[in-house]
């Protein structure tokens, strides 16, 4: 059984480690597959865009150009046939609309073509996500069997030994008993010998000397009485036993060392004694002076009768209290055990229960003593159920119902719960009782019950949260790219004539609809860094540091940049996070600059205790420490005056926890900041997704 228990353990260990897996790889098809859907949903809006989008004038025809459609729709478009199309564009009254209808066609083809391609990925991603899907379920049911299976090996094993011990006392009581009922009819014997012997023969003396040597070196406790239950006789156990010498106690009534309860119990057993039935055993308390512990005896009392008149009494008196306690013990364990406990006889009967069947079925103990198992079972399964008890009984083993399917068990109120029930079949006094461990498990499918339905629930959240993105992506922000074009038409109209005051409002117009606009993009981007999943590269981060000053040159031509990066040094991450994450840290840097001094930017990275730990220090304006817990929150700017929509430190802080690293800050008001990105080190040999 410990074999079956440190097999079923390691199965479960196995299936948990083979559950985490498939677990990892349907999370990554899933994050696979929602980037697929909002690729096909980008191709959506631009084919939305170019057919809706009048090419009638100059402006435009030169609006659609700068509205960012062909950077989003053709990567590398200028090299593209489109690209060169589109420069050919006249008015539609200079060439009938041909070269318009050219590129229009042109670049439709384009994006079908890209459609197909998507839609092809798509039928793929969801396949995956099927095989996935059944694999991981699998993996789960695997789990959960292997680890209910332990739990209860592990429960049969406590049972086992707690069973081994009661048969063990068992056993002894029996064989203690036969020892007893040998001594009695010894010690009768003698005694009747002895009485004999003293009014017949002249052997008298040899007697007592042999019942003396037989009481002095007795380990029970041999005491005498007379017909009138007054102590004749106390041998040196009963001194032992009883804490009195032979000298107090002779002539004295036996019952003075005993309570009322205990002396009403042993005057009981005297009166039933007789000729056809001389002997009685009783278990009785006591209770030392010299010492509060109580003693648990067995007293055995043999009556002496000559022509059925009682002549007096032999006592044998055992100290129990060692197998009482454990008997106790025994059942304080079953007791305490937290699971149902019921053993019944072959006909079904139940003869015993613990504590926990009683809470767990709603009955007494009492009403469940003059129950049968099928009274516990529904109604459809208690027909058949004595039968099946028979057949069990032809080939008694350990077995566990309940793991693969929902059995029930009725309770008083008739309700029904879940149970696992197992079921230890033990042999006593050449009968068959069978032990059954119930377990309630009703919780377990309730909770298997709501945790469906949270999946159920976290996809339809997901679901809904890319149609906000989609939502945000259209309707929100061409209005603006809208609102912006025509604010520029109305500055163009009004000209320099126009009052000061209403150009004013016209450029407030134009500049709000432009930070609108960045503050859209840049929620778009950090819903792509949460939902999209990370492509991992080993890459040179000397290399990907270079990139960043090389990308912000403009921004840093102001500025004094140092570096201190090992060219060695290899990170497996995604590089256009990374990089994107550096240029969002450095450019702030580059923004946020004294105007007092000149702005340095010192960057450096180690390797350090399986971590990549990435510095970016200036000397600028600096963070106050109030904000240095809220600087990566959404919308939370450090300097309100400055350009900005607060996002790009929110975005940096996701794509770092992405990968399981962690950000910090060290700043001062005046004297600069330092931000500490911290990764860990990963295998560089495996490109995966994550």
């Known amino acids: 059984m410990r074999l079956l228990f440190l097999l079923s353990l390691m199965v ?9 897996m498939e677990s990892r790889t349907l999370w990554s098809l899933t994050e696979e597959t929602k980037n697929v859907y909002q690729k096909k949903a980008d191709i959506a809006d631009y084919k939305q865009q170019l057919n809706s989008h009048p090419f009638t004038t100059v402006e435009k025809i030169s609006q659609f150009s ?11 478009w200028q090299s593209s046939r489109s690209y060169h199309l589109f420069n050919q564009i006249t008015l539609p009254e200079n060439d009938n609309g041909q070269s318009l209808s050219a590129w229009l066609a042109e670049t439709r083809l384009y994006i079908n073509a890209q459609e197909r391609h998507i839609d092809q990925k798509i039928e793929q991603a969801l396949s995956k996500n099927k095989e996935s899907l059944f694999a991981t379920f699998c993996a789960y049911m695997l789990l959960v069997a292997m680890t209910w299976s332990s739990t209860y090996i592990w429960h049969r094993l406590r049972m086992n030994v707690l069973l081994n011990k009661l048969v063990e006392s068992n056993l002894y009581l029996k064989k203690k008993q036969a020892d007893l009922t ?27 000397q042999r019942l003396t040597l037989v009481a002095k070196y007795s380990d029970d ?23 009195k010498p032979e000298s107090t106690m002779l002539e004295k009534p036996f019952n003075v060392l005993f309570d009322d309860i205990d002396n009403h119990k042993i005057c009981n057993a005297i009166r039933t004694l007789s000729a056809q039935a001389p002997h009685k055993s009783i278990t009785v308390k006591w209770l030392s002076t010299e010492s509060p512990t109580v003693h648990y005896l067995e007293v055995s009392i043999t009556g002496l009768f000559s022509d059925n008149t009682i002549v007096g009494y032999s006592v044998i008196v055992r100290d129990v209290s060692n197998r009482i306690r454990e008997i106790e013990q025994l059942k304080l364990l079953i007791e305490a055990t937290p699971n149902a406990i019921i053993m019944s006889n072959e006909a079904g009967q139940i003869i015993q229960v613990n504590g926990h069947a009683e809470k767990s079925f709603g009955y007494t103990k009492h009403e469940m003593l003059a129950l049968k198992i099928e009274d516990l079972l529904p109604s459809e399964l208690a027909k058949n159920h004595q039968q099946l008890r028979h057949s069990y009984l032809q080939n008694p083993k350990i077995r566990r119902m309940g793991t693969n399917l929902a059995l029930q068990a009725r309770r008083k109120d008739g309700s029904f719960i879940f149970v696992e029930v197992g079921l230890a079949p033990v042999r006593l006094n050449d009968q068959w009782y069978v032990i059954s461990a119930i377990t309630d498990i009703s919780e377990r499918i309730e909770a298997q019950k709501k945790l469906t339905e949270f ?13 906000f993105v989609y939502t ?14 025509f604010s520029r038409s109305v500055k163009k109209i009004l000209g320099d004539s126009c009052d000061e005051r209403v150009i004013h409002k016209v450029d407030r117009v134009i500049a709000n609809a432009a930070k609108m606009e960045d503050l859209i993009t840049d929620l778009l981007e950090i819903s792509r860094v949460m939902n999209r999943p990370l492509t991992l590269e080993a890459f040179s981060l000397d290399g990907a540091v270079k990139d960043v000053a090389e990308s912000l040159e403009e921004d840093l031509r102001a500025c004094t940049v140092t570096t201190d990066v090992n060219p060695e040094l290899i990170i497996k991450a995604s590089r256009p996070q990374i990089i994107q994450c550096l240029q969002n ?3 702030n840097a580059a923004k946020y600059k004294r105007d007092e001094t000149t702005a340095t930017i010192h960057i450096s990275a180690v390797a350090k205790n399986h971590n990549i730990i990435i510095r970016i220090k200036d000397n600028g304006t600096g963070i106050d420490k109030s904000l240095h817990e809220r600087i990566f929150d959404i919308f939370e700017r450090g300097d309100v005056d400055q350009p900005g929509t607060g996002v790009g430190l929110a975005i940096v802080k996701s ?13 001062a008001v005046g004297v600069g900041s330092t931000f500490t990105l911290t990764l860990p080190q990963m295998d560089i040999h495996n490109n995966d997704e994550i």
């Open 66 to 76: 700068e509205s960012g459609f062909f950077e989003r729709a053709i990567p590398n």
């Open 455 to 467: 999946n159920h629930s976290l996809t339809r959240k997901n679901r809904e949260m890319e149609q």
């Open 655 to 667: 794509i770092i926890e992405k990968h399981g690293g962690t950000i910090t800050l060290e700043s």
């Open 12 to 20: 479960t260990l196995v299936a948990a480690f083979f559950a985490a």
């Open 585 to 587: 840290i450095i450019g």
């Open 182 to 208: 040998k001594a009695n009819a010894i010690m009768g014997s003698i005694l009747e010998d002895l009485n004999a012997e003293k009014k017949r023969s002249s052997f008298a003396k040899i007697n007592d």
């Open 472 to 485: 945000v992506s259209h309707d929100l922000k061409a209005p603006l790219v809208t609102i912006a074009a």
């Open 221 to 243: 406790g041999l005491i005498g009485l007379d017909e009138n239950g007054d102590i004749s006789s106390w041998n040196p156990k009963a001194e032992a036993l009883f804490s």
